[in-house]
């Protein structure tokens, strides 16, 4: 397979982009909002998908299956590439000072706006304060991400309606999509405690582009991978029973939750962001059956009609079981004395991460107010970093507790006539061991 996707651009050449080579006409330093014509990217024809599908029937009753197959990501057509700064105008209306009547009624409108909009369509910058003054930047070089997925694995009939399988498998996303605020410090900016708090008391005049607040990089930043086992039981319907069981164990680790952004500790080091992924489960196990209650018409027990049939026949009982570990949660820290350069506030961490969880967890009998519930983590475990430090915990290093959940169905069947048929069903969730489902702790 072979794909292409033009990169995306408007019919007047009205997207707006930063570049950090031109000259800011406000400031007249370097960096500035720039409106070229044509594409924020270069085009990109490297976009073969091939697909590859193998079965082996090497044994009457085994097959060996495998797969591998590369997929590209759309890119230029996502809201991402939508930006158009300083295109848009605004009019602020209000009363003079001291005047209490209103600035216009409704029934008559708000008169003549006028709008400080330049020739070629763009609005210069008012605000007085340049943080509040945002840029985005699209990388020119930029390439179509890609996902590659592969699996492998062995499907044995052990023996009639039963099937029994082992199967990998893995993924891999390379050159995802994501954006960095680029106009921040460096954590290594300076050693030296006095210089570090005059640049805390002004950051803004110490950025790379003082006369920016945030610029957003977008671009091939983001890489993960998966990687799972499964096995599975599944038995096909016969003498009322059916069921498809299965067990998965696997890991997913990203440093990119997304093409939101997701700006970590610091620009400049993303590798600190690799971590397990938010939506990463460990561990998940899934249970579904079906069985039809060996009684009445048609089944082996009372294969007739009549009031032992109307009473006790036709019942079938369906059960969904699944049990699975919780997901990772991040630490971060606030109110702490020390002063910090901007970024995430992770702690650090003083005893081994097992020593972090309060053993033996329970919610308590204290459910109300939720500060009087028990602590998931030991604070003790924890400690603010030193000034303009970052803390030496990773992200995601903490998993929230499981998901525990039971669904049931009890239902018969009566047949009226032909035509026409009647059921009676009670179904039930999260019974009948009420498992509490708990969302992620509080992790900070």
Do not use: C
């Not at 007249?28 to 193998?54: C, E, Q, S, T, Y």
């Not at 592969?150 to 990998?168: I, P």
């Not at 506030?345 to 329970?362: K, Y």
């Not at 999260?430 to 498992?435: D, G, H, L, T, V």
């Amino acid at each position: 397979r072979y794909s292409y996707e033009s990169p995306f651009q408007t019919k007047y050449g009205q997207q707006s982009q930063f570049d950090p080579t031109a000259t800011d006409p406000l400031t007249g330093r370097m960096g500035a909002i720039v409106h070229r014509p044509g594409p924020l990217a270069r085009k990109d024809l490297n976009n073969f998908a091939p697909r590859l599908g193998l079965a082996w029937n090497f044994h009457p009753k085994i097959v060996f299956r495998a797969s591998l197959g590369l997929v590209h990501q759309d890119i230029f057509a996502t809201d991402r590439n939508s930006m158009f700064q300083e295109y848009l105008a605004t009019a602020n209306l209000q009363a003079p000072v001291g005047d209490p009547r209103h600035v216009f009624r409704l029934s008559q409108g708000p008169g003549n706006i006028t709008y400080n909009v330049q020739p070629d369509g763009s609005v210069p910058f008012v605000g007085t304060n340049f943080s509040a003054r945002q840029a985005h930047m699209w990388d020119p070089n930029m390439r179509m991400p890609y996902v590659t997925s592969w699996s492998g694995g062995l499907q044995w009939s052990f023996r009639d309606n039963w099937v029994l399988e082992g199967q990998y498998q893995g993924q891999s996303g390379v050159g995802l999509l994501n954006n960095w605020n680029m106009n921040v410090l460096p954590l290594d900016v300076s050693r030296d405690l006095a210089t570090l708090n005059t640049i805390f008391t002004g950051v803004q005049n110490f950025l790379p582009y003082p006369h920016f607040g945030q610029i957003r990089l977008f671009s091939n930043f983001g890489h993960n991978s998966y990687h799972g086992g499964t096995v599975r039981v599944e038995k096909r319907m016969s003498a009322g029973l059916m069921f498809n069981s299965f067990y998965t164990w696997s890991k997913t680790i990203t440093e990119n939750e997304g093409e939101t952004g997701d700006d970590g500790i610091t620009y400049y080091n993303r590798r600190l962001e690799k971590a397990r992924a938010n939506y990463d489960v460990r561990h998940r196990f899934v249970t579904v059956m079906s069985y039809d209650l060996p009684f009445g018409r048609g089944r082996k027990f009372m294969n007739s009609g009549g009031v032992s049939n109307a009473v006790l026949g036709g019942w079938q009982f369906t059960l969904t079981q699944t049990l699975q570990s919780g997901p990772p949660f991040n630490v971060t820290f606030a109110g702490s004395p020390n002063r910090y350069l901007p970024g995430e506030s992770r702690p650090n961490i003083v005893t081994t991460h097992q020593e972090a969880l309060v053993p033996n967890w329970t919610l308590g009998d204290n459910r109300f107010p939720t500060q009087a519930q028990n602590p998931y983590l030991n604070f003790n475990s924890f400690a603010y970093p030193p000034a303009f430090t970052a803390g030496n915990l990773g992200r995601n290093v903490f998993e929230a507790p499981g998901l525990a959940w039971t669904q049931f169905s009890i239902a018969k069947w009566w047949t009226m006539k032909e035509k026409y048929r009647f059921q009676i069903r009670l179904d039930g969730n999260n019974m009948p061991f009420k498992q509490p489902q708990y969302a992620n702790p509080n992790g900070t």
